[in-house]
């Protein structure tokens, strides 16, 4: 069972590698162009698979807060109850099935 595991774990290892390098955009590739990088990790799989992974891709920053939300311009995410503008919407949804149109109530059969 080792001697499947020392082969299993550098394989695995490696096409993980592979395919995290050839699925990231270019501007996030550190050190060396993306094609070198792919070569690097199919030429010397163990040595080229680690080294991706500590140097070559840039990571999100988890350990300082990471909400989920890569993109520093958009809203992060907010419950409904939390949300002012869905709370809002409730009420206003209130009104169009109690009152018609013009705001007289109506009744109801």
Request: contains cysteine.
């Amino acid at each position: 069972m080792l001697r499947v595991l020392m082969f299993l774990v550098p394989l695995a290892l490696s096409v993980y590698a592979f395919i995290d390098c050839i699925s990231t955009e270019e501007k996030d590739i550190r050190h060396m162009p993306k094609p070198l990088w792919a070569i690097l990790v199919l030429v010397f799989p163990l040595v080229g698979s680690i080294s991706w992974l500590i140097a070559g891709k840039r990571r999100s920053p988890a350990a300082d807060g990471w909400s989920g939300v890569r993109d520093r311009r958009r809203q992060q995410w907010v419950a409904p109850d939390d949300n002012p503008d869905f709370l809002k919407s409730l009420g206003e949804d209130g009104k169009t099935r109690d009152e018609d149109e013009d705001g007289t109530k109506r009744d109801e059969p």
